[in-house]
């Protein structure tokens, strides 16, 4: 019997040996080439798709790893300036920003702190996060995620500067080089972290790596791509809607922005941080026209995505609800009951011709944004008809776009251009000279029952190149 044992484990050991000599063969070992020791990366020469120069990304991390672990966001990270390093590029060639929400907070605390709080003796997320600083990833931390989790700035580092700006756009810096924001933030020429996107070349991602146990259905990172030659855009940097992209949404609703346990009750507007203006005209009486603040989100699966969006009279407190509209995608337009049509105006004229801006984006942005806009339809009710009146009354009142010149009350669009310090004769300039189509001519309905047209009044509806 000892024989028969010792001869069946004699076998096994020769079996493991060859299975691992095997796999020594055919397995090619992680390298690392611009941060050591974490995400590794094997080489792959001779794959369709490189890495590029010039690249701009942001991780939005909310999930966290085990006490003795390393945050796998975090990892992430480092895979990604690896891949750079393996092609053959620096770290350099590009710039990355990495934000941390709720869970993800406590990657950034100090040893002694997270000692204090976790009972582990270092906080073994810190190397990795200085090797990313040394590299030059930009770190920031969501202050309100630290003061709801109950951890002190103190416990992130010690603060040695305060850089200025607006009130909701100050931020400081740790020790550890970590900014501490004091939530959502947006910085002149670069991107809110709740956006959640980078552009690379001519292709933009959204990137998003959620905590576990979120609704979505799946706890790894979102990531997706267009390409705005195909006219597959992103509407605005929350979605796509552009030319019906198959592109997925992001959980936007950072821990920490409310109380804990109002987290999952607020998730259904919770993603709703994509603004545009825009000036709604009622299909019964075009004379009626309503400069409106858009608040969107993405909701549906690929294929079927659509943006709804709650309106308000102003961008202050205590701005008015006036409705709802929902954004979709030409394809998806093309695809509806003739019956339905009826209720849904495009928003070719409103870009082309400047009735809608973003003046929260950088221009580059805002123009990203109008090029995947162009095409889309949406249908929109006012449930609050005259925001004059102190309460709603009245019947839902079915809202239209502009569709052609001579259209617009100059009044109204004079008093939204002062609002925001822009002009809208100026911007239709800038736009047809991008997009290279002359302005859709195209008369208000008739009637309520009459179904939208995208360039022309009558015959092919196809647009006008722009004249040379």
Known sequence: MKISLLLVAASLAAFGAAIADTEQKFVTPLIFPEIADYGGVVPLPKAAEQSRKGAKVVFDITADAKPADVNKGLEQVARLLNLYGVAGLKASDVKIALVLHGEGAKSVLTDSAYKAHFGAEKNPKLPLIRSLRKEGVEVFVCGQALHYKK???????????????????????????????????????????????????NRSLALHIPRPGTNRGRDQQVLKERNPINRRELLGVVGTMGAGAALGTSHALADGHGKPTDNKLMAPVGNHHLHFCGIHVAKKDPKIQVVTQHYCGMRGEPGSEMHQCLLYDTVGKGAKLLGVEYIISNELFQKLPEEEKKYWHIHTYEVLGGGLIAPSMTPKDEMDFMKGLLSTWGKTWHTWPDPATPVPMGEPMLMWSLTGDGQDNPKVIAARDKEFGVTTADIR???????????????????????????????????????K
Request: charged residues 30%; proline residues 8%.
């Open 429 to 467: 300039k800038k736009r047809i000279e991008a997009i290279g189509y002359d302005e859709p001519a195209v008369p208000q309905p008739k009637n309520v029952d009459m179904i939208g047209r995208q360039w022309t009044a009558t015959g092919e509806d196809k647009p006008t190149p722009k004249k």
């Open 151 to 201: 951890f002190l700035e103190t416990e992130v580092g010690r603060r040695h500067h305060q850089c200025s700006g607006s009130a909701h756009r100050r931020y400081q810096s740790t020790d550890l080089g970590v900014r501490l924001c004091p939530g959502a933030m947006s910085r002149a020429g670069e991107l809110d972290p709740h956006v959640k996107r980078f552009s690379q070349g």
